[in-house]
């Protein structure tokens, strides 16, 4: 089998002398044989010699001491804390090697040189230590400028370096990214004055930058969980006033009562100058107000407290420019609280059912959410906890399908000592107990033995828990939420569910549709699962084509989201591709044809599905004479979708 890995990954056997002699060649201006030098090496000599470098006498640039140096080591405090960690993994074998550990800038500048002391010792004094500069720009080829230039992880050999002062250097380079948007943060760089080996020396720089994105991803995320938390608890004063919560990098989090006009200034992330958000100049929006967001100190670095993290901007649009505005309408989410962000989703039905939820969780009345398995439930009950009065206490998820007859109502209850043979000595408290003052999410409620029903209705009605082998009360406040996937009413009428439990849940009641009612969110989801596939796995950036779009939106999806996410993440792995294609589906993928004037599915037919569809299509332009919006609701779709499948099937408005 061929091996199809670009070419600064491929292990290569390297012929020293071969590589020399082709480089004297080279600033000889002599022609020499093409296969004799990795022609990454002959390009980046290319690079360096248009640069005007002089092989003989450049030596890297250091960019001076003190305040320059002081200030570009705040910048990137952050990067050299994720690569300290790192390095604490690494250290037992590079400190014992002929290896230092390199943190570079995103400009080739190096921070920080890690390894056996005498060893970074003698490496400074051949300009390998903080502050000088190895870009190819500055210091000819080598495998942290290379790795910049080509964007990818490089290794270059001793005598494939451009300049003469760097031939005694083996070195392996990888860039650092950030995982959320693939901004450029340094590069790691694992050099050598002995022979490197090879793959294995660049598999290592990629797995440590690889570590050090995760840890820095991991920090990211630890501060928009702590900024939406201080969106949500802080001064009020915004929640009822146009207004967005920006990050700090300057893109919006989320936003209130904006209009879509409004909403068209923020397609770009804001400039922050100085701690101010501003937008652009030609705009229809101005900020009136800006409340910043301070960093606790849990995630603070050196310098960090005095920069802009992140804050709210108080929008005021003038009257006039409004009006003037096309297609102005109430933004599709207001008035759904920010806890429900982690619902992706523009499908109006279910963003109803969010500003429905808020409301519900106001109450500290039970909630009864039903729908297919995978379709959000847990993420509707989490949501409801964080935006309620006891948002503060703990949240309890208990999946009763997992619990066995014998010990669901202890597990609920808990017990007391001794209470059954092989309970604890000291007895043990019950998932009510632990959700005091909380919520306690019970998944899948419809699979709960009748016995223990009869608790869990005690509980409900009287708010005390008595422990399994005991007597006293305990007085709990618990928010109950359950969950399932099954018709409780019909199973109360066959004696399935108890129904008086039943109609005690139902106090308040939500239906979170099937992904198959929602088609076009699927372009959404999709785009978001590719975005955090990326973060987890560091494959790169990955799209979808229109063709495997349109089979997305037609399938089934009897595990909704969950099988959604399941099936993105398999092609997004399995893929060497940018871009997926129906190619990448798997082969039990199966397609839901429309019915022409519902968009449900139909009976069997003896005609490829494909053409099933096509030919529903067709059918539905003719009967509603080509009227685009009322084909498009009649066949329960979006206009733009109902387009794209056209576009696919080769069709045109006036096709019958």
Request: one cysteine or more.
């Amino acid at each position: 089998m061929s091996d199809t890995r670009p070419e600064h990954l491929k292990p290569q056997d390297f012929d020293r002398r071969a590589v020399d002699t082709a480089w004297n060649d080279f600033v000889g201006g002599t022609p020499f044989a093409a296969n004799t030098a990795r022609s990454l090496i002959v390009d980046s000599w290319e690079r360096c010699r248009r640069n005007g470098i002089d092989p003989h006498t450049q030596r890297p640039p250091h960019i001076g001491v003190g305040e320059p140096f002081e200030n570009l080591l705040e910048r990137n405090a952050e990067l050299l804390v994720a690569a300290s960690h790192t390095w604490e993994v690494l250290s037992e074998s590079l400190a014992q090697s002929e290896s230092v550990f390199v943190v570079t800038d995103p400009n080739g500048v190096m921070l920080d040189v890690r390894g056996n002391e005498e060893l970074v010792n003698a490496a400074e004094r051949e300009h390998v230590g903080p502050g000088y500069d190895w870009s190819e720009a500055a210091s000819g080829t080598n495998a942290i400028g290379t790795a910049l230039a080509l964007d990818a992880p490089t290794i270059v050999r001793s005598t494939e370096h451009y300049c003469v002062a760097a031939k005694i250097w083996d070195c392996a380079a990888s860039p650092v990214r950030d995982l959320s948007d693939g901004t450029l943060l340094g590069i790691l760089d694992v050099t050598s004055i002995g022979d490197l080996s090879g793959s294995h020396t660049l598999a290592l720089a990629v797995t440590a930058a690889h570590q050090i994105e995760h840890t820095l991803h991991s920090q990211e995320l630890a501060r928009s969980v702590q900024l939406l938390n201080w969106y949500r608890a802080s001064d009020p004063r915004w929640h009822d006033r146009a207004a967005a919560l920006l990050d700090r990098k300057g893109r919006i989090v989320t936003t209130s009562m904006l209009s879509p006009a409004t909403l068209d200034s923020f397609s770009e992330p804001l400039t922050i100058t100085d701690g101010v958000p501003c937008l652009p100049g030609d705009n229809v929006a101005r900020i009136t107000e800006y409340i910043a967001y301070k960093l606790p100190a849990d995630l603070r670095y050196p310098g960090r407290e005095a920069r802009w993290e992140g804050g709210v901007i108080i929008v005021d649009v003038p009257e006039e420019r409004v009006r003037e505005a096309p297609g102005r309408r109430r933004p599709l989410r207001e008035g759904v609280d920010p806890a429900f962000v982690n619902i992706t989703t523009n499908n109006a039905r279910l963003v109803e059912l969010m500003r429905r939820a808020g409301r519900m969780a106001r109450a500290n009345s039970p909630i009864l959410l039903t729908g297919e398995t995978g379709s959000g439930k847990e993420l509707f009950a989490r949501a409801i906890h964080d935006c309620s009065t006891v948002a503060q206490g703990p949240f309890v998820a208990v999946n009763s399908g997992t619990l066995s007859k014998e010990l669901a109502a202890s597990e609920l209850l808990g017990y007391e000592a001794g209470a059954f043979t092989g309970a604890s000595n000291k007895g043990r408290r019950g998932k009510f107990e632990e959700a005091d003052g909380g919520t306690l999410f019970l998944d899948e409620i419809g699979e709960l033995p009748l016995d223990v029903q009869v608790h869990l209705l005690r509980v409900l009605q009287d708010n005390v828990v008595v422990r399994i082998g005991g007597n006293s009360e305990r007085q709990v406040d618990v928010r109950v939420i359950a969950a399932t996937n099954r018709d409780l009413e019909a199973d109360a009428e066959t004696d399935q569910f108890r129904a008086d439990l039943y109609y005690r849940l139902k106090v308040l009641n939500l239906v979170v549709p099937p992904l198959r009612a929602r088609p076009d969110d699927i372009a959404l989801l999709v785009d978001t699962f590719l975005r955090r596939l990326q973060g987890t796995y560091g494959l790169g950036s990955k799209s979808v084509s229109p063709d495997l779009l349109t089979s997305l939106e037609s399938g089934r999806w009897p595990g909704n989201v969950r099988e959604l996410h399941g099936l993105v993440e398999s092609m997004y792995i399995l893929s060497d591709r940018p871009v997926l294609t129906t190619a990448d589906l798997p082969e039990d993928f199966v397609v839901e044809p429309m019915a022409a004037e519902t968009g449900t599915a139909v009976a069997p037919s003896s005609a490829p599905l494909v053409e099933v569809e096509r030919d529903t299509i067709i059918a539905a332009l003719s009967r509603q004479r080509h009227n685009m919006s009322e084909v498009a609701r009649r066949l329960g779709i979006s206009r733009s979708t109902l387009y794209r499948k056209m576009k696919h099937y080769g069709l045109r408005r006036g096709d019958e």
